[in-house]
C-alpha cells in the first residue's frame, strides 16, 4: 500500500510543512522522506536550533529548506494575506502575534500555495494544530465539517485494513454531522484500496437496545444513505456485529455491512478515541493518522505518540492528498 502511495509521490519535489521542526522524531522523518525523494521538506522553528538536533543525530540538512518566522522576509505580506482571509475576525496586529506561532505560519504557507501540505501534533495538541487550519484552509465547497480519521494497519501483511472516524475533531456531533462523516470516511477508505462498508457504531444492534444515543446513530444512518444512497452502510451496529461475521449472522443476518465493516463510524469522540488507542496499544494496529477530512487543502495531526514511522507515513498520505483529484 505505501509502495503504490510512495510512488505516486516520487520525484514530485511536493513540499510539506513541519512546524515541529526541532522534534527528533518529525526530523528524523523529514530527513528519511527527502532522501528517499518523496518529499520536499520545509521546517518550521529557529534555523540554529534545528540545526543542532540535526548535528546530535548526524543528519545532513543541505537540502532541507528551514523557515523561521522570525526572519521571514515575506512576514508583512503573510500578515496582510490572514487578514484578509480572516474577513474581520482577526485585526493586523493580532496577526502579526498570531503568526509567530510556528503552526499558524506553517499553516499560512500551505494557504498562500508556498507549500502542499502541513504534518504536524508530535507535541503539539489537537485542537493547537487543528485550530489554524479549520480558521484559515476551511472546509471544502459542499462539505461542513473536518474530521479525523485514521488508517487501522493490522499486523497481518495481508490482512484487512480499516478507517476509524471520527476520533480527533468532533467531540459530539449530531446525527446530520455524523452522517457527513460516515460520506467522507468511505471516501478517506478509497485512497487505500479499501472497499468502503460503513458501520454506525453504537452499543446496540438494530433495536437491541433503546436511548438517544441509539435514536441518534440511527437518524445519522439514515441521512447517510440518504446523501449517498449507493454506499453499503448500515447502523446502529455493535463492534461484534460490524466486525465479526459469526455475531453478525447471530445479530443482523441481512445487514449487507455486518461481518465485513471496513469504515468504522464511532457515535462521538470519546468512543473513537478511546477505541482506535485500544486497537493499537492492545490489538497490535499500526493507526496512521489522525487525516484531517473535508479540508480544502491537507493538514494531518499526529498524536503525541507517534514514532518517527508514523511520522514518515502521515506525511506521505498528505502529500498524496495535495495531488487528489476530487
Ligand atoms: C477542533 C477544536 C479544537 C475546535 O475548537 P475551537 O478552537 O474551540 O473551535 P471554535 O469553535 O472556536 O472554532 C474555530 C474555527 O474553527 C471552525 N471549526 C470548528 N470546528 C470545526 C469542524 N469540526 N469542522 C470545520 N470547522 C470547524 C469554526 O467554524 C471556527 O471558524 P471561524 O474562526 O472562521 O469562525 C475542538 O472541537 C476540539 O478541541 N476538538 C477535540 C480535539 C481533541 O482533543 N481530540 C483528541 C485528540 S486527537
Ligand atoms: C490523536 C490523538 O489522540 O492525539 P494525542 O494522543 O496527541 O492526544
Not at 471520527?166 to 446530520?176: L, S, V
Request: glycine share 6%.
Amino acid at each position: 500500500m505505501f509502495t503504490a502511495l510512495s510512488n505516486k509521490i516520487s520525484g514530485k519535489n511536493l513540499k510539506i510543512v513541519y512546524p515541529e521542526g526541532t522534534v527528533v522524531r518529525v526530523l528524523g522523518a523529514a530527513v528519511r522522506l527527502n532522501a528517499d525523494n518523496l518529499i520536499d521538506p520545509i521546517l518550521i522553528g529557529n534555523a540554529e536550533e534545528i540545526q543542532s538536533v540535526a548535528s546530535e543525530n548526524r543528519w545532513d540538512l543541505t537540502d532541507i529548506e528551514i523557515i523561521d518566522p522570525e526572519t521571514y522576509d515575506a512576514f508583512e505580506e503573510m500578515v496582510a494575506a490572514f487578514v484578509e482571509r480572516r474577513k474581520g475576525k482577526n485585526t493586523e496586529e493580532q496577526a502579526r502575534e498570531m503568526l509567530k506561532d510556528e503552526t499558524y505560519f506553517g499553516t499560512m504557507l500551505v494557504q498562500m500555495d508556498l507549500a502542499d501540505g502541513l504534518v504536524s501534533g508530535a507535541v503539539n495538541s489537537t485542537g493547537d494544530t487543528v485550530r489554524p487550519a479549520l480558521q484559515i484552509i476551511k472546509t471544502k465547497p459542499g462539505v461542513k465539517l473536518t474530521s479525523g480519521s485514521f488508517l487501522m494497519i493490522p499486523r497481518e501483511e495481508d490482512g484487512q485494513k480499516m478507517i476509524f472516524s471520527d476520533c480527533a475533531i468532533n467531540i459530539n456531533p449530531d446525527a446530520q454531522s455524523l452522517a457527513e462523516i460516515a460520506v467522507e470516511s468511505a471516501k478517506t477508505a478509497k485512497m487505500f484500496d479499501i472497499e468502503p462498508r460503513v458501520a454506525m457504531l453504537s452499543f446496540s444492534t438494530h433495536g437491541s437496545a433503546a436511548s438517544e444515543e441509539v435514536d441518534k446513530v440511527v437518524e445519522a444512518t439514515r441521512i447517510a444513505k440518504e446523501i449517498a444512497p449507493e454506499l453499503p452502510i448500515d447502523g446502529e451496529l455493535q463492534f461484534d456485529a460490524a466486525y465479526a461475521p459469526s455475531v453478525a449472522q447471530q445479530k443482523a443476518p441481512e445487514s449487507p455491512v455486518a461481518g465485513q465493516a471496513t469504515v468504522f463510524v464511532f457515535p462521538e469522540i470519546q468512543s473513537g478515541n478511546i477505541g482506535y488507542k485500544i486497537a493499537q496499544r492492545l490489538g497490535g494496529y499500526q493507526a496512521v493518522g489522525p487525516m484531517l477530512q473535508g479540508l480544502n487543502k491537507p493538514v494531518s495531526d499526529l498524536s503525541r505518540g507517534c514514532t518517527e514511522e508514523d511520522v514518515y507515513k502521515i506525511s506521505i498520505i498528505t502529500a498524496n492528498q495535495a495531488i487528489m483529484e476530487d
